[in-house]
């Protein structure tokens, strides 16, 4: 049942894949909001922004990274939308596959495009002046940290694309996820903030994450942010496959 399951995945990962390839401007675009954000940050007003920091790129980095993961899951979301309304999910039931080989396709396709947007965004943070003094172990660290996020925004944007009833619906819940690092410490340090923002900013999971891949290029101590940060990510993983898988059962039953 396993294998069954993982060589259906893979299929029907190619098949998601070819459809990306086929696009090449869902990953530009998605890539092209962080990026502009990134440079207008920078160049524009980083100068007015007090961070704490020598360089303003190595503090704004990690939220503009987790700004275009945000912005990549919309189009699984209407992907996968698509994909119900154009009566897709019914010829996959009527073969032989694992039912949940479908989802993970779509899921591991919007990690796949996500990787490339995130590699993306860090090249142009390079040229831009961003340097870290991180080892293998720092980055490698960061890496799965914003594969763990992906992956649970990702869950978030298969109950989305299951359950919108417009295609605009589909993709729309993700404005709020793009909103959320503004009221966090990606651009500015909680600190600065009035007392109700700041207690908002300082107790949802776009700060703790933000602070531990901030500590980790930087070669600091990560301190309790990594735990939370990784407690917030597992969680909202954990809730968003259930409710995921439960809404794709009623959709298929």
Not at 64 to 81: D, E, N, Q, V
Not at 148 to 164: K, N
Not at 167 to 186: E, H, M, Q, T
């Amino acid at each position: 049942m396993t294998k069954h399951f993982f060589g259906d995945t893979t299929v029907l990962l190619g098949r998601s894949l070819r459809h990306i390839t086929r696009s090449v401007d869902t990953i530009i675009t998605t890539a092209i909001t962080p990026i502009a954000m990134m440079l207008l940050f920078v160049y524009v007003l980083g100068g007015a922004i007090k961070s704490g920091s020598d360089s303003y790129v190595n503090y704004l980095l990690p939220g503009i990274l987790l700004i275009t993961i945000a912005s990549g899951i919309a189009y699984t979301a209407f992907r996968l939308f698509l994909d119900m309304k154009g009566g897709i999910f019914e010829r996959f039931q009527s073969m032989p596959i694992a039912r949940s080989s479908v989802l993970w396709a779509h899921v591991l396709t919007s990690l796949v495009a996500n990787l490339i947007s995130i590699v993306v965004v860090v090249l142009v943070a390079l040229i831009m002046g961003f340097r870290s003094p991180a080892g293998v172990v720092a980055w490698l660290s960061v890496a799965g940290m914003l594969i763990l996020f992906t992956l649970a925004l990702t869950w978030l944007a298969v109950i989305a694309g299951l359950t919108a009833k417009t295609v605009d619906g589909a993709s729309a819940f993700s404005y709020p996820l793009i909103f959320l690092p503004f009221i966090s410490s990606a651009f500015v340090p909680t600190d600065s903030m009035p007392g109700p923002v700041r207690a908002f900013a300082e107790h949802q999971p776009v700060t703790s994450i933000v602070n531990a891949i901030r500590n980790l290029f930087a070669e600091q101590p990560v301190g309790t942010d990594i735990w939370i940060a990784l407690a917030w990510c597992v969680g909202i993983l954990i809730v968003a496959y259930i409710f995921a898988m439960a809404s794709y059962r009623r959709r298929i039953a």
